[in-house]
């Protein structure tokens, strides 16, 4: 899941998660919180929202992109962490990690930060519900 609501200094940067399979629940970094298992509310808490697909993958990587997610709660929220290490999270790096765990690498622009609009951009996702 994508949204670009959030934001702050009038940049959207959005926020992004990883859907439990049954859509009841996410896996999300989240600041002051870290890495946390939280409740699915994702169409009242945001405005706009979209959920993705990646292409090409079957039910066992989205089942292992969920595990390695899960496996990262407790660990903490950082902006300045980088694709390179895997012990402090934002939100869109969780889910980009998570992905190219499974060999699917949804950094649109393969720079060194990955946002939540490089997931919702790159060729391998698709759309397949939204808000509006």
Same mark, same amino acid.
């Given at each position: 899941?994508?949204?670009?609501?959030?934001?702050?200094?009038?940049?959207?940067?959005?926020?992004?998660?990883?859907?439990?399979?049954?859509?009841?629940?996410?896996?999300? !970094?989240?600041?002051?919180?870290?890495?946390?298992?939280?409740?699915?509310?994702?169409?009242?808490?945001?405005?706009?929202?979209? !959920?993705?697909?990646?292409?090409?993958?079957?039910?066992?990587?989205?089942?292992? !992109?969920?595990?390695?997610?899960?496996?990262?709660?407790?660990?903490?929220?950082?902006?300045?962490?980088?694709?390179?290490?895997?012990?402090?999270?934002?939100?869109?790096?969780?889910?980009?990690? !998570?992905?190219?765990?499974?060999?699917?690498?949804?950094?649109?622009?393969?720079?060194?930060?990955?946002?939540?609009?490089?997931?919702?951009?790159?060729?391998?996702?698709?759309?397949?519900?939204?808000?509006?």
């Amino acid at each position: 899941m994508i949204t670009y609501d959030s934001g702050s200094a009038g940049w959207n940067y959005g926020h992004a998660a990883i859907v439990r399979w049954d859509g009841d629940y996410i896996i999300e !970094a989240w600041p002051g919180d870290g890495v946390r298992y939280f409740v699915n509310n994702w169409k009242i808490r945001w405005k706009t929202w979209k !959920a993705l697909w990646v292409k090409g993958a079957m039910g066992e990587d989205y089942t292992s !992109a969920q595990s390695y997610a899960r496996a990262q709660i407790g660990e903490p929220y950082s902006l300045t962490a980088t694709k390179g290490q895997s012990s402090k999270w934002y939100c869109s790096l969780l889910v980009w990690k !998570a992905w190219e765990n499974r060999g699917f690498d949804l950094d649109d622009d393969g720079g060194m930060i990955v946002t939540p609009s490089d997931l919702d951009q790159d060729p391998e996702t698709i759309t397949y519900a939204s808000s509006n």
